[in-house]
């Protein structure tokens, strides 16, 4: 019996040690999945000329002014800068693709960014096809601090590829980026850039250099064949960055969002095991960031140069059906509708109180009463014939006024019993011409709040039923 009991005994000491053993063993794997070093590589692009955001409403996200402050996040040596390329907006090609319809503002903010990518220290900016485009025929591609990597290059000694070294855990690591089309380059091209053997401390990135109705998934599923890639940049049509497939995968495929609302990256992270896993995050450019002083000066010399430019009244006009003209809201106040002691006289005395009747004063406020992107909304019929000019040829036609949402008044002020003004069928999608997310990141969600403030009509109807 005693034996019996010391076996019991010795069984349950035993027992104990294991399980003391695997706690500890747990702690230590515990330990292990923890990163002894990493390196982060910041993702931009598609910024699609977008300088910084409107300002004519808060919440929005965006502007390079705020980049530097997330860059700083990460030490300089422990960072690399990476632009994908599609810095203006998309332009009309020829049918041979070579020749390029870009306006003059587009070709001024191109300046602005590049020289903003200069000062702030980019390593890769990648050229698509039309930012190399305009790069060649404005003699833009020499004299950046940045390295240019194209696929459509060759003849101006362009790589399409370029190798970053970073420190990971007291090693080198290499960041090898390249940049591929594949209608302008076979599949193998890819191989051929990066190293047969796959070395432990190399990183492969791949930027696709596509048309957003590419076929993304064959694209995708072929580079990652290859088995050479470890991570696939994307341009899809998103303005959130967007992770497209699943995580600890590898290839990691991403989509890094358009705009500039968001700064991505790519954290490469080494463990104590010697792997190096990647993960793909991605920070919000919100109005708190704080701005570098640098690039407000760079924005406002933009300003001065769309100024200098003239390129109000240069857009390209239509003309109204029915020889219908744009007369401004002062006719509507001189009417004998509008003005005392008519029962309509309500209907302007309120607007002229609202932002509306101030809103090209907002512009004048911080000096983008000359950028043709920003009057738009801010004035009365701007891409008509009778439409707003400039301040000194039709100053009548400045602010949100009555014809913008009613129609052009002129008829109407002629006979307005028999010529009706044009009826508001939904007056939510009315606001949504200007107040569309980019330039009123508040408005969504809130319309009926917001159409409340600038009410200015006395009947009590429902905001979609306005006269």
Same mark, same amino acid.
């Given at each position: 019996?005693?034996?019996?009991?010391?076996?019991?005994?010795?069984?349950?000491?035993?027992?104990?040690?294991?399980?003391?053993?695997?706690?500890?063993?747990?702690?230590?794997?515990?330990?292990?999945?923890?990163?002894?070093?990493?390196?982060?590589?910041?993702?931009?692009?598609?910024?699609?000329?977008?300088?910084?955001?409107?300002?004519?409403?808060?919440?929005?996200?965006?502007?390079?002014?705020?980049?530097?402050?997330?860059?700083?996040?990460i030490p300089a040596d422990k960072r690399l800068l990476?632009?994908?390329?599609?810095?203006?907006?998309?332009?009309?090609?020829?049918?041979?693709?070579?020749?390029?319809?870009?306006?003059?503002?587009?070709?001024?903010?191109?300046?602005?960014?590049?020289?903003?990518?200069?000062?702030?220290?980019?390593?890769?900016?990648?050229?698509?096809?039309?930012?190399f485009m305009i790069a060649r025929d404005n003699g833009?591609?020499?004299?950046?601090?940045?390295?240019?990597?194209?696929?459509?290059?060759?003849?101006?000694?362009?790589?399409?590829?370029?190798?970053?070294?970073?420190?990971?855990?007291?090693?080198?690591?290499?960041?090898?980026?390249?940049?591929?089309?594949?209608?302008?380059?076979?599949?193998?091209?890819?191989?051929?850039?990066?190293?047969?053997?796959?070395?432990?401390?190399?990183?492969?990135?791949?930027?696709?250099?596509?048309?957003?109705?590419?076929?993304?998934?064959?694209?995708?599923?072929?580079?990652?064949?290859?088995?050479?890639?470890?991570?696939?940049?994307?341009?899809?049509?998103?303005?959130?960055?967007?992770?497209?497939?699943?995580?600890?995968?590898?290839?990691?495929?991403?989509?890094?969002?358009?705009?500039?609302?968001?700064?991505?990256?790519?954290?490469?992270?080494?463990?104590?095991?010697?792997?190096?896993?990647?993960?793909?995050?991605?920070?919000?450019?919100?109005?708190?960031?704080?701005?570098?002083?640098?690039?407000?000066?760079?924005?406002?010399?933009?300003?001065?140069?769309?100024?200098?430019?003239?390129?109000?009244?240069?857009?390209?006009?239509?003309?109204?059906?029915?020889?219908?003209?744009?007369?401004?809201?002062?006719?509507?106040?001189?009417?004998?509708?509008?003005?005392?002691?008519?029962?309509?006289?309500?209907?302007?005395?309120?607007?002229?109180?609202?932002?509306?009747?101030?809103?090209?004063? !907002? $512009?004048?406020?911080?000096?983008?009463?000359?950028?043709?992107? +920003?009057?738009? *909304? =801010?004035?009365? #019929?701007? &891409?008509?014939?009778?439409?707003?000019? !400039? $301040?000194?040829?039709?100053?009548?036609?400045?602010?949100?006024? +009555?014809?913008? *949402? =009613?129609?052009? #008044?002129? &008829?109407?002020?002629?006979?307005?019993?028999?010529?009706?003004?044009?009826?508001?069928?939904?007056?939510?999608?009315?606001?949504?011409?200007?107040?569309?997310?980019?330039?009123?990141?508040?408005?969504?969600?809130?319309?009926?709040?917001?159409?409340?403030?600038?009410?200015?009509?006395?009947?009590?109807?429902?905001?979609?039923?306005?006269?």
């Amino acid at each position: 019996m005693k034996k019996l009991i010391t076996c019991i005994l010795l069984l349950i000491i035993i027992a104990s040690c294991k399980l003391n053993n695997s706690s500890r063993n747990k702690n230590i794997s515990k330990q292990e999945i923890i990163p002894v070093d990493s390196v982060t590589v910041f993702i931009t692009g598609n910024v699609m000329g977008s300088l910084k955001p409107c300002g004519c409403s808060g919440g929005q996200l965006g502007g390079l002014d705020r980049r530097p402050a997330v860059f700083d996040s990460i030490p300089a040596d422990k960072r690399l800068l990476i632009d994908t390329g599609s810095i203006v907006k998309q332009q009309r090609l020829s049918q041979d693709q070579e020749i390029l319809s870009l306006d003059e503002q587009d070709l001024i903010k191109f300046h602005i960014i590049t020289q903003a990518f200069d000062y702030l220290n980019y390593d890769i900016v990648n050229f698509t096809r039309q930012d190399f485009m305009i790069a060649r025929d404005n003699g833009l591609l020499d004299n950046h601090t940045f390295k240019i990597i194209s696929s459509y290059g060759d003849e101006f000694d362009l790589a399409p590829g370029y190798k970053n070294q970073l420190s990971l855990d007291g090693e080198g690591i290499n960041i090898l980026t390249v940049c591929y089309d594949p209608q302008e380059q076979p599949l193998d091209f890819i191989t051929r850039i990066f190293p047969e053997e796959q070395e432990p401390n190399n990183v492969n990135i791949v930027i696709v250099n596509a048309e957003a109705n590419a076929d993304f998934d064959k694209i995708i599923a072929d580079i990652s064949g290859l088995g050479v890639a470890d991570c696939i940049i994307c341009p899809i049509n998103s303005d959130e960055p967007t992770l497209l497939d699943e995580l600890n995968t590898k290839p990691l495929v991403c989509a890094i969002g358009r705009k500039g609302r968001y700064i991505s990256s790519i954290v490469i992270e080494k463990y104590p095991d010697d792997s190096i896993k990647l993960n793909f995050n991605h920070v919000a450019v919100k109005e708190e960031i704080k701005q570098d002083q640098y690039l407000i000066d760079l924005y406002r010399t933009y300003q001065d140069m769309v100024k200098n430019a003239n390129l109000l009244g240069t857009n390209p006009r239509y003309i109204l059906d029915d020889g219908l003209k744009y007369e401004g809201s002062e006719s509507c106040e001189s009417s004998t509708c509008h003005s005392e002691p008519s029962k309509h006289s309500y209907e302007y005395a309120e607007w002229i109180l609202s932002d509306h009747a101030k809103a090209y004063q !907002t $512009l004048v406020d911080v000096n983008s009463q000359y950028d043709p992107e +920003c009057i738009e *909304c =801010h004035v009365i #019929g701007y &891409e008509w014939e009778s439409g707003f000019k !400039t $301040l000194e040829k039709t100053p009548k036609l400045i602010n949100v006024g +009555c014809e913008i *949402c =009613h129609g052009p #008044g002129s &008829e109407h002020n002629k006979d307005p019993y028999n010529n009706k003004t044009r009826p508001i069928e939904d007056i939510v999608k009315q606001c949504l011409e200007c107040h569309k997310p980019e330039h009123s990141g508040d408005f969504a969600g809130h319309e009926e709040e917001k159409i409340k403030i600038i009410q200015h009509w006395e009947e009590p109807n429902d905001v979609n039923n306005v006269k």
